[in-house]
């Protein structure tokens, strides 16, 4: 179990730019898996990034070439860059290990003009 503490939402304008934080408490940080994900209302949580120990990062189709994870493992933080933000991108955004802890609290991120 990793403590994480998530950082950066907001509210933007469809085609804007947001970069979410994420901060673990502990520095065998470098070692996970770290993951984004987030939840609309009424909808199910749902993956939208991931980067490896060794920095092979995976998104699903819906944010391919609009989002960038990365991590930075002397400040045990990994980021979500968000691009050409889009109204349906609008959710609660979530960090999280894998094996995928407990939830901690999300950061809210909203697309409107």
């Known amino acids: 179990q990793l403590p994480l503490a998530v950082s950066g939402g907001g509210l933007v304008q469809p085609g804007g730019s947001l970069r979410l934080s994420c901060v673990a408490s502990r520095n065998i940080f470098r070692f996970y898996t770290m993951a984004w994900y987030r939840q609309a209302p009424g909808k199910q949580r749902e993956w939208v990034a991931q980067i490896t120990s060794g920095d092979s990062t995976n998104y699903p189709d819906s944010v391919k070439g609009r989002f960038t994870i990365s991590r930075d493992n002397a400040k045990n933080t990994v980021y979500l860059q968000m691009n050409s933000l889009k109204p349906e991108d609008t959710a609660v955004y979530y960090c999280?290990?894998?094996?995928?802890?407990?939830w901690g609290q999300g950061t809210q991120v909203t697309v409107s003009s």
């Open positions: 999280n290990h894998l094996p995928v802890g407990s």
